[in-house]
């Protein structure tokens, strides 16, 4: 079998084109061969589309349908679906439904909310992350390292750690905060100016690490073995694979309280939903 991954970004520096390239290690693994294409006239078996959900949604199902007229099977992961669809969103879960074999989402909750415009159909899949299904134990208890990383934007609320760290330093005098990732090319230029801007006039600037660049994803997991504890206040979006990759190494996380996080709850995982709460188990988990 070949299996072709069309991804709705064709950006080499996101999160979905690390993800799609976990999946081609894994199934080199099996004896499958798998890449991923940018155009719908490739040869393979089964695409399986690995789609950020409202990004170019109808430009995206003009291809799957064409490669439906080939005969192609059509899997589609759908990532950062939302909680409330919009009358067009509606329209393309349901076009998406009818057009492919397969539909696979990353929580059960995100599940039922397809199933409210598709009904039960038995094509709706709930898969686990790569990362999640290893199940690695790393967990470092040593250091006072607090970690914000991955792709940075608005929605990932990082600005709000930045903001309240000096409470946690005033306690934890040794804490430091690492920051590690990017924002993508072009991408939110007035958040990223105020962004660095508040790392900069920080009172606590020397307790703080910016690394403003791309890293691999060996690097990641580096960063992610190395911390004390990892912080992932998202306001709205994808759980995606800095979440998974925590789950997988038994890693302490802060986390807000969306649907996907509290869905995977575990041991050492800790809700909160506000700032000061959020201080308040930060200075916890660096003293225990």
């Not at 520096?13 to 061969?33: C, H, N, P, V, W």
């Not at 934890?172 to 072009?186: E, H, N, R, T, Y």
Request: hydrophobic content about 40%.
């Amino acid at each position: 079998m070949i299996i072709a991954f069309l991804l709705s970004t064709n950006s080499r520096d996101s999160g979905l084109f690390y993800y799609t390239r976990t999946l081609i290690r894994e199934l080199a693994e099996q004896g499958i061969k798998s890449f991923i294409t940018h155009t719908v006239s490739c040869v393979c078996d089964l695409l399986h589309v690995q789609h950020v959900f409202g990004y170019n949604d109808k430009a995206l199902l003009k291809r799957i349908k064409a490669v439906r007229k080939k005969g192609v099977s059509v899997f589609i992961t759908l990532h950062s679906l939302n909680h409330v669809l919009t009358r067009e969103q509606e329209g393309f879960i349901k076009a998406v439904g009818k057009e492919c074999d397969c539909l696979c989402v990353h929580f059960k909750y995100q599940r039922a909310i397809i199933q409210k415009y598709l009904g039960k159909q038995p094509n709706i899949e709930v898969i686990t992350y790569p990362a999640e299904a290893e199940k690695k134990k790393k967990n470092n208890r040593k250091g006072k390292t607090v970690l914000l990383c991955g792709f940075f934007r608005p929605t990932k609320g990082f600005h709000r750690v930045v903001a309240l760290f000096p409470e946690v330093v005033k306690k934890v005098p040794d804490a430091q905060l690492l920051i590690a990732g990017a924002f993508s090319k072009g991408a939110w230029s007035i958040y990223k100016r105020d962004f660095f801007e508040a790392i900069r006039r920080s009172s606590v600037r020397n307790r703080i690490v910016l690394k403003n660049r791309l890293f691999s994803e060996k690097q990641f997991l580096n960063f992610i073995d190395a911390a004390r504890v990892v912080v992932l206040p998202y306001e709205s979006g994808e759980h995606a694979g800095i979440f998974h990759q925590c789950i997988a190494r038994g890693k302490q996380m802060i986390t807000s309280d969306l649907p996907g996080f509290i869905e995977k709850k575990h041991k050492m995982h800790y809700i909160v939903r506000n700032d000061k709460r959020l201080a308040q188990t930060l200075v916890f988990c660096l003293r225990h």
